[in-house]
């Protein structure tokens, strides 16, 4: 078995990393006490290739996962939050425009959204509809040639900043009360995707910022990733710009890349992990209790030898999964154990990273009690641990 990598992926993996201590470390702390979309830096990401690395040339550059996860890793080292928004643009937030998008919308949308000038934002969940996308009651119907759709999402990534909006809505004509038994367990998301057969019915829409009756409301106050910014959208007859893909087909394409965000969500823990486990290693051997360095002590060097050790096993999963994708291979239970396994890890090496700082990782003076709040999202996002549980256990043999 060969785990090196290859000269370019040490490349792009170098180029992430300088990105991550030049430009995205210094200002993470501000960006956490002052949360505001990250601009220049979204520029600055563009720039270097990373909203098009998953798309195929000419308009990507057609990195392969393994690749993508170890610039994801680097930029969530930086910023956990810098990471959550730039992740959003680069997989949810274009793809289903980059596979069924055609003509002056690639130009006018896709193509500036690759270089960080166009946002772009997915509306799944909603008040009603987390973990249980069928219970979706956000509904499109079509009147004199025109798709408009009518609903109330929420929890959307740079919703107040986005220029286009890909949004999941009901294509069935039936009313909104049918879907919404509590006893819909969960298939394959997290957002999970149901098996009945009206999850036929969802379809996918593409909405611009400026449509009619489109609003987007104030900013969620997160406790962490807080520069990633969340809103509540709504919708009231707002013409689509167009259907994304086929009618009824939205569940069919979301399983399409469901492991992908997985695998990548699985690389944004192990970059806020490490930078946990990094920043205690150094004050383990620079803060002096009874006479030595704490790192001289068994019972930090227990906590660090943990933290390695989880680290080390997250990636190893994580970059396995993202190897079989790569391979054309099958990797459902694969990414789901990456993302559960590498998204617990981190909890775990955020929270001993604590320990090791003691009062200081208590203080906002230091980024410990910030990694502590980011990393709680990669428990939620691309699956719940919960969710992601079922779903290997339904796949045991
Ligand atoms: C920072 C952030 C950014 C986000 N960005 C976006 C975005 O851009 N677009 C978007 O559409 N959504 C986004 N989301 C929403 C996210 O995808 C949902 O929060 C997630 O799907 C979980 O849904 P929920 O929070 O409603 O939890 P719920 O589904 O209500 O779950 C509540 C609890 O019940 C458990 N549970 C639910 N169903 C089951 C089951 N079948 N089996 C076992 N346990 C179960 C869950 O694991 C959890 O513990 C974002 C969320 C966060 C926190």
Known sequence: MDFSLSEEQQAIQATFRRFADREIRPQARDLDENPRFPKELFLQAGGLGFFGMRYPPPEGTGADIVTYVLAVEEIARGSLAVAAACTMQSLMGTYFVHQFAEGELRERLFLPALRGEKIGAICMTEPNAGSDLGAISTRAVERDGRWLVTGQKTWVTSAPVADFFTVFARTDGASAGEFTSPERAGGAGGHSVPPRKDAKELSIFLVERGAAGLAVGRSIEKMGVRASLTSEVSFIETPATCLLGERGKG??????????????????????????????????????????????????????????????????????????????????????????????????????????????????????????????FTLIGGGTSEILRGNIAKGLK
């Open 251 to 376: 569940m069919e394409y979301l399983r399409r890349i469901l492991a992908e965000i997985r695998v990548m969500t699985a690389a944004l823990a192990i970059g806020v992990g490490r930078a946990a486990y990094q920043d205690a290693l150094t004050y383990s051997k620079e803060r002096r209790q009874f006479g030595r360095p704490i790192a001289e002590f068994q019972a930090v060097q227990a906590h660090l030898a943990e933290m390695a050790v989880d680290l080390e096993a997250a990636r190893r999963l994580t970059h396995w999964a993202a190897w079989r994708s790569d391979q054309k291979m099958q990797n459902e239970t694969e990414a789901n154990m990456a993302k559960l396994f590498a998204s617990e890890a981190a909890l775990r090496v955020c929270d001993r990273a604590a320990r090791v700082f003691a009062s200081y990782g208590f203080a906002n003076d230091f980024p410990i009690q910030r990694y502590l709040r980011d990393v709680r």
